[in-house]
């Protein structure tokens, strides 16, 4: 007998379908997914909703521009309210994260100790490589502390303070030391900030020089050919290590045909775009406030990622939330980059893809979500699946009597403001079930600090 019987549900099995049925809990686990389950010591009638399994948010940012602890409680609650189960984090040592490019040996540790019992959600913790140091840290950060995803930011090569280790020939080291690791941990993964920062440096001359101070004058300042051509060292790097590489928030058209190319020629290529770069444009009427680096592009590139999103070529998408106030966007140029929209990744790209384009089916979108977010990051099948032996991550998604339009406040995140107001929705989450047990819910967060640190990769067992 099952401890929690979900009835009546409309049940989304990621990019297979969706049917009537019922699930089935026990022990934080799923234990029977079908029809006329017997009778639980506990049931909810669904009345017909979806259900399907916790969204994977791949590309959250914990502690980035607030301290760890406070951010853990705020951001995650944003996120279990728009039904994620599990936030990825990147994370690095160095200026706005911490002070000093310590080892993470001694920083890494510390980090974790401020995220445990605070976060809602589930977590794992992606690391940033920026010192020598690091690079030889990379075997007992996957093997001892199952971290398999690492992050070089190549746009901050050149630069004094946290990019002074940073060039080609530590990239390629790094991607030697993923490769490496790729017999015994297959889920390892190299993750790249893909924009050229020489390029980005002379843009942004000119264009302050000229006196632009909108989207449209910063993605100028970020153009697309300095993703483009730091995605084309990426992948002939990846083709020549063997590395399998985690391409994150791809923005341009030009950015994602260069590394589908890549793709093509046979690189182990997973390829990302943000929840921002399919929903917003240079002509968004926020301004300033949805400044996010790489840029937001044009109407064209939105289309052509849609498209790709809708034929498979972008495998998964992230929200690369991060939390920040509007008094720190009040000009351009010194405006912190990045905003909230974990608890947005959900109900925005449903009604963005399902409701208005018709371009995916809800299988298609968990599928996205959740099956693909949680493989390209080592949690599959225990996060991401819909399947006994899964951990009872789920959420509900209801129709609602009315559209709701998306305010601030709406996204439940310390940010007091939002690029995405004023947008309206049709669906949005109801229950969300982290392990069995109903964290969330439309009043708010039911349980607080349920979430716990996931070593990867996991095993399904």
Same mark, same amino acid.
């Not at 995605?231 to 928030?249: C, I, K, N, S």
């Not at 002509?283 to 406030?289: I, R």
């Not at 998408?317 to 905003?339: I, M, T």
């Given at each position: 007998?099952?401890?929690?019987?979900?009835?009546?549900?409309?049940?989304?099995?990621?990019?297979?379908?969706?049917?009537?049925?019922?699930?089935?809990?026990?022990?934080?686990?799923?234990?029977?997914?079908?029809?006329?389950?017997?009778?639980?010591?506990?049931?909810?009638?669904?009345?017909?909703?979806?259900?399907?399994?916790?969204?994977?948010?791949?590309?959250?940012?914990?502690?980035?521009?607030?301290?760890?602890?406070?951010?853990?409680?705020?951001?995650?609650?944003?996120?279990?309210?728009?039904?994620?189960?599990?936030?990825?984090?990147?994370?690095?040592?160095?200026?706005?994260?911490?002070?000093?490019?310590?080892?993470?040996?001694?920083?890494?540790?510390?980090?974790?100790?401020?995220?445990?019992?605070?976060?809602?959600?589930?977590?794992?913790?992606?690391?940033?490589?920026?010192?020598?140091?690091?690079?030889?840290?990379?075997?007992?950060?996957?093997?001892?502390?199952?971290?398999?995803?690492?992050?070089?930011?190549?746009?901050?090569?050149?630069?004094?303070?946290?990019?002074?280790?940073?060039?080609?020939?530590?990239?390629?080291?790094? %991607?030697?030391?993923?490769?490496? #690791?790729?017999?015994?941990? +297959? @889920? *390892? =993964?190299? /993750?790249?900030?893909? $924009?050229?920062?020489?390029?980005?440096?002379?843009?942004?001359?000119?264009?302050?020089?000229?006196?632009?101070?909108?989207?449209?004058?910063?993605?100028?300042?970020?153009?697309?050919?300095?993703?483009?051509?730091?995605?084309?060292?990426?992948?002939?790097?990846?083709?020549?290590?063997?590395?399998?590489?985690?391409?994150?928030?791809?923005?341009?058209?030009?950015?994602?045909?260069?590394?589908?190319?890549?793709?093509?020629?046979?690189?182990?290529?997973?390829?990302?775009?943000?929840?921002?770069?399919?929903?917003?444009?240079? %002509?968004?009427?926020?301004?300033? #406030?949805?400044?996010?680096? +790489? @840029? *937001? =592009?044009? /109407?064209?590139?939105? $289309?052509?990622?849609?498209?790709?999103?809708?034929?498979?070529?972008?495998?998964?998408?992230?929200?690369?939330?991060?939390?920040?106030?509007?008094?720190?966007?009040?000009?351009?140029?010194?405006?912190?980059?990045?905003?909230?929209?974990?608890?947005?990744?959900?109900?925005?790209?449903?009604?963005?893809?399902?409701?208005?384009?018709?371009?995916?089916?809800?299988?298609?979108?968990?599928?996205?979500?959740?099956?693909?977010?949680?493989?390209?990051?080592?949690?599959?099948?225990?996060?991401?699946?819909?399947?006994?032996?899964?951990?009872?991550?789920?959420?509900? #998604?209801?129709?609602?009597?009315?559209?709701?339009?998306?305010?601030?406040?709406?996204?439940?995140?310390?940010?007091?403001?939002?690029?995405?107001?004023?947008?309206?929705?049709?669906?949005?989450?109801?229950?969300?079930?982290?392990?069995?047990?109903?964290?969330?819910?439309?009043?708010?967060?039911?349980?607080?600090?349920?979430?716990?640190?996931?070593?990867?990769?996991?095993?399904?067992?």
């Amino acid at each position: 007998m099952s401890s929690l019987v979900l009835r009546n549900a409309r049940l989304v099995f990621p990019h297979r379908g969706v049917v009537d049925g019922e699930v089935g809990i026990s022990d934080g686990r799923i234990d029977a997914v079908g029809r006329d389950l017997a009778r639980g010591d506990r049931e909810i009638d669904l009345h017909g909703a979806l259900l399907g399994p916790g969204i994977v948010d791949p590309h959250t940012h914990i502690g980035i521009y607030r301290p760890a602890a406070d951010d853990a409680r705020t951001e995650s609650e944003s996120a279990v309210r728009g039904g994620v189960t599990t936030m990825v984090t990147y994370w690095r040592v160095g200026e706005p994260y911490t002070d000093g490019l310590v080892p993470y040996g001694r920083a890494f540790p510390e980090f974790r100790a401020q995220l445990e019992g605070r976060m809602h959600a589930d977590f794992a913790v992606n690391l940033g490589m920026l010192t020598r140091a690091h690079l030889a840290e990379v075997p007992e950060l996957v093997q001892q502390h199952g971290v398999t995803t690492l992050k070089y930011f190549a746009h901050y090569e050149g630069r004094a303070d946290i990019g002074k280790d940073l060039d080609s020939g530590y990239f390629y080291s790094l %991607a030697e030391a993923v490769a490496r #690791l790729r017999s015994e941990v +297959p @889920a *390892v =993964r190299l /993750s790249v900030h893909s $924009e050229d920062p020489f390029i980005v440096r002379e843009a942004t001359d000119r264009v302050k020089r000229a006196g632009g101070n909108d989207l449209e004058a910063f993605r100028r300042s970020r153009p697309e050919v300095a993703e483009a051509v730091a995605v084309a060292r990426l992948g002939e790097t990846a083709l020549a290590t063997g590395a399998p590489v985690y391409l994150p928030h791809v923005s341009s058209a030009l950015g994602y045909a260069r590394a589908a190319e890549y793709v093509g020629r046979g690189a182990d290529l997973t390829i990302e775009t943000s929840l921002h770069y399919l929903t917003l444009t240079t %002509a968004a009427p926020a301004g300033v #406030l949805a400044k996010v680096n +790489p @840029a *937001v =592009r044009r /109407s064209e590139d939105v $289309e052509t990622l849609w498209t790709a999103l809708a034929h498979g070529g972008l495998r998964c998408v992230g929200s690369d939330h991060a939390s920040n106030s509007r008094a720190e966007k009040a000009e351009l140029w010194s405006a912190k980059p990045a905003f909230a929209g974990t608890g947005l990744l959900l109900p925005l790209l449903f009604e963005e893809g399902v409701v208005r384009r018709r371009v995916l089916a809800p299988e298609s979108l968990w599928g996205i979500l959740a099956e693909n977010n949680a493989k390209a990051h080592g949690l599959f099948p225990r996060k991401g699946a819909l399947v006994p032996g899964a951990d009872a991550d789920l959420v509900v #998604l209801e129709k609602l009597s009315t559209p709701r339009t998306i305010t601030a406040a709406s996204v439940h995140s310390a940010a007091d403001y939002s690029p995405y107001e004023g947008r309206e929705i049709h669906y949005a989450p109801s229950r969300t079930f982290l392990r069995g047990e109903l964290v969330a819910d439309a009043s708010g967060v039911l349980v607080a600090g349920r979430g716990e640190y996931l070593s990867r990769p996991l095993t399904a067992g």
